[in-house]
C-alpha cells in the first residue's frame, strides 16, 4: 500500500494524497468536475506538466486560464488541436501558427494556400470532435538524433533546419492520437481541456478565438485590427522574400557568415520606411502636428529622431514637445484600483494647458515650455521659449499620442498620428510563434541595465504593470493611426541573447518570476549569437538597447 505524502494546494490548504499520485489525479480529487479548468501547475514558482508526480511537503498552485502561464498553456493545447485537426482532414497542407490580433490568433495554411470559409466549418468540426475524444497528450525527451528522424517522418523540414542549427542534445515532442509535435512551452493533460473556442473567418486565414483577458474572457468581444494585421502581413512577405520566415533559416545564415548582409537589408528596410512616413508628412501642408505613440521598449525614442532628421531632408524644422512636463501636479496625480498613484492615465496629464498650448503654436505665436520637476513633483516653467510655422512641425511622442482626448483641440486634419511596436513576424518554426511582448520584455530588460541602474528583477517586478498600463492606454487607439511602423529587427533576438542571458540567469526560483525567466532563458535557446556587432549602424533602434547610438536617446 502506498504510503501518504502532505502536500499544501493554493487556496485549499493541506491534501494526503497516496505516493506516485500526479498532479492531474489530484486536481481530479480536489476540483471534481471542473478539474479540466486547471490546465498547468506552478510549483517552487517553476511551470509543470500535469503528469508529474507529486512529492512530499510540495507547494502547488494549479493553473486555469486567467492565469498568465495558464493562458498560454490553453492557447498551444487550441493550437495544437487546430493542427491536428488540419492534419486529419487534408493531408498535403502545413498549418503556420502566426500572430496574434487583439485576443485572438491568426492562422494560415503555408504554401500561399488560403482557407475558404466552408474549410473553416470542417476545421471547426474535426477541433470539437477531437475535443470529444480528449486524447491524451504525453511529453516525452529524445536524444537529438531520435527526435529528427520524428521530425523527418511528420514532414517537419522547419523543424529539422531549427534543430539542425544549433545545440540541444534532448528535444521535447508530444504524443496527440497518432500525431507528433514539438512546442516551445506546455500542453494541456489531454484534448479535453480546451472546449471553449471559436474560428473567425479571416482572409486568407483563419483567427482561433478562446477566452482571454483581453476580450474580457468573451469570444463574441471580438475588434478587428485592419492595419494591424496589414503591418504583420506586409512583414511575413517581406520576411518570406528573404528565406528568414523561420529561426532556422536564420541561424542557418548566421552559421554561414551571412548575418551582415541581413542586417544591412533590415536597418535599409527601417531607414526606407522612415523616408517614406517623412515624405508623406511633408506632401501634406495641414500636418503641423506628428503623435508617435506605442508600447514599452518600442524604440520610440530612437524612430523620432530618425523621423526629424528625415524630416529636414525635405526642408522641415522639427521642434519636439515632451507630454512628461505636462503632467499634473503630483497631488492632483489620479489614484489606480489599488490607491496608487496612476501615472500612466491620461488625466495624470495637464490636458486643457497642453492643448492651449499646442494652439497658441499653431496660430503663430511664442509658447514658453513647461518642465516637470520630477523631485518635487510640480510643473515649473523651463525658460525655453518656441515658436512654430509651417516649417516647423512638432513632434510628440508619448503612450496617449493616439488618444483622441490628448489633443482634443487640435482640428484632425493637422495631425498625424504615428503607432510604433516591435511587430515580431519571425517565428520559431511553424507552430511555434514569437511573442511581440517576449521581445519587448528582453530589449527592456537589457536596457534598464545598460542605462537606467535597474537589474532584472527590477524589470520583472514594474512589467505587469506596465503591460497593464498598454492594455488600458495604448491598444484600444492604435487603429486610430495614420500609419504604423514596425519597429522589429529579424536578427535582434540573436544579438540580444548574450546581453540578458546573465541577468536571468541570476535569478533563481525564490524569485516569483521565476517561471517566466525559465521560459525565457529556455526560448533563447534556440537562437544562434551573432557575436559581430559592427555591422549595426549607429542609429539602429536596437542601439537604444544594447548601446553605441549617436542619437539622444538615454
Known amino acids: ?131 470529444i475524444k480528449d486524447y491524451a497528450i504525453t511529453r516525452k525527451d529524445y536524444p537529438r538524433e531520435k527526435a529528427l528522424e520524428i521530425f523527418k517522418e511528420a514532414g517537419y523540414e522547419d523543424k529539422i533546419r531549427l534543430f539542425e ?46 477566452p482571454r483577458k483581453n476580450n474580457n474572457y468573451n469570444m463574441d468581444d471580438f ?10 502581413k506586409e512583414s511575413d512577405e517581406w520576411l518570406e522574400i528573404l528565406d528568414l520566415a523561420y529561426l532556422g533559416s536564420l541561424n542557418k545564415k548566421i552559421k ?48 523620432a529622431q530618425r523621423l526629424a532628421i528625415q524630416l529636414r531632408v525635405n526642408g522641415k524644422r522639427p521642434i519636439s514637445i ?69 516649417d516647423h512641425p512638432i513632434i510628440i511622442e508619448g503612450i496617449h499620442g493616439l488618444n483622441p482626448m490628448l489633443t482634443k483641440m487640435i482640428p484632425e486634419k493637422n495631425k498625424f ?9 519571425l517565428n520559431i518554426d511553424s507552430h511555434n510563434r514569437i511573442s511581440t511582448s517576449d521581445t519587448r520584455l528582453i530589449r527592456r530588460i537589457v536596457r534598464d541595465n545598460k542605462f537606467r541602474g535597474n537589474n532584472a528583477l527590477g524589470t520583472l517586478d514594474m512589467w505587469k504593470s506596465v503591460r497593464n498600463g498598454e492594455e488600458k492606454y495604448i491598444f484600444p487607439f492604435q487603429e486610430e493611426a495614420d500609419i504604423m511602423f514596425n519597429s522589429s529587427l529579424v536578427y535582434e533576438l540573436c544579438v540580444l541573447k548574450k546581453y540578458v542571458q546573465p541577468l536571468l540567469e541570476a535569478i533563481d526560483n525564490s524569485s516569483v518570476h521565476y517561471s517566466n525567466v525559465k521560459r525565457l532563458l529556455k526560448f533563447l535557446e534556440y537562437f544562434r549569437d551573432v557575436e559581430v556587432e559592427e555591422a549595426i549602424p549607429p542609429n539602429s533602434i536596437l542601439r537604444e538597447f544594447i548601446g553605441g547610438t549617436y542619437l539622444n536617446v538615454h
Not at 509535435?181 to 474560428?199: C, E, I, M, R
Not at 544591412?264 to 508623406?280: F, M, P, Q, S
Not at 491620461?346 to 499646442?358: K, T
Request: proline share 2%.
Open 417 to 425: 498620428k504615428i503607432y510604433i511596436s516591435a511587430l515580431t513576424q
Open 1 to 131: 500500500m502506498n504510503k501518504l505524502l502532505n502536500v499544501f494546494i493554493d487556496g485549499y490548504g493541506n491534501y494526503a494524497v497516496r505516493e506516485n499520485t500526479t498532479l492531474l489525479e489530484l486536481s481530479k480529487e480536489v476540483f471534481g468536475d471542473t478539474y479540466k479548468e486547471y490546465l498547468g501547475a506552478r510549483i517552487e514558482n517553476e511551470i509543470y506538466h500535469l503528469n508529474k508526480h507529486v512529492k512530499e511537503d510540495m507547494k502547488i498552485e494549479f493553473l486555469d486560464i486567467k492565469d498568465e502561464d495558464g493562458d498560454r498553456i490553453y492557447s498551444k493545447t487550441i493550437s495544437a488541436v487546430f493542427i491536428m485537426a488540419c492534419k486529419e482532414l487534408f493531408e498535403d497542407i502545413e498549418v503556420s501558427i502566426q500572430n496574434f490580433l487583439g485576443p485572438g490568433l491568426y492562422v494560415e495554411f503555408d504554401n500561399n494556400r488560403n482557407i475558404s470559409f466552408s474549410i473553416i466549418k470542417e476545421i471547426e468540426k474535426k477541433m470539437r470532435e477531437i475535443i
Open 322 to 390: 515632451s507630454v512628461d512636463d505636462y503632467f499634473v501636479n503630483r497631488e492632483d496625480t489620479p489614484l489606480d484600483e489599488e490607491g496608487k498613484p496612476d501615472y500612466e492615465s491620461i488625466e495624470a496629464i495637464d490636458i486643457d494647458a497642453f492643448n492651449i498650448d499646442l494652439l497658441k503654436l499653431l496660430e503663430g505665436n511664442e509658447i514658453e515650455l513647461p518642465k516637470f520637476n520630477f523631485i518635487s513633483g510640480r510643473r515649473e516653467m523651463s525658460g525655453k521659449k518656441v515658436w512654430v510655422d509651417q
Open 256 to 303: 554561414n557568415g551571412k548575418i551582415s548582409q541581413i542586417i544591412k537589408v533590415a536597418e535599409a528596410l527601417h531607414e526606407k520606411k522612415i523616408g517614406n512616413i517623412a515624405d508623406e508628412i511633408c506632401n501634406d501642408n495641414d500636418i503641423n502636428i506628428i503623435l508617435i505613440a506605442g508600447p514599452s521598449s518600442s524604440g520610440k525614442t530612437t524612430f
Open 223 to 232: 475588434i478587428e485590427q485592419k492595419k494591424l494585421a496589414k503591418i504583420y
Open 165 to 210: 542549427s544549433i545545440d540541444k542534445d534532448i528535444i521535447s515532442v508530444y504524443d496527440i492520437g497518432d500525431y507528433k509535435y514539438s512546442f516551445h512551452g506546455y500542453l494541456a493533460p489531454s484534448t479535453g481541456f480546451v472546449k471553449d473556442f471559436k474560428l473567425k473567418y479571416y482572409y486568407p486565414g483563419v483567427i482561433i478565438l478562446f
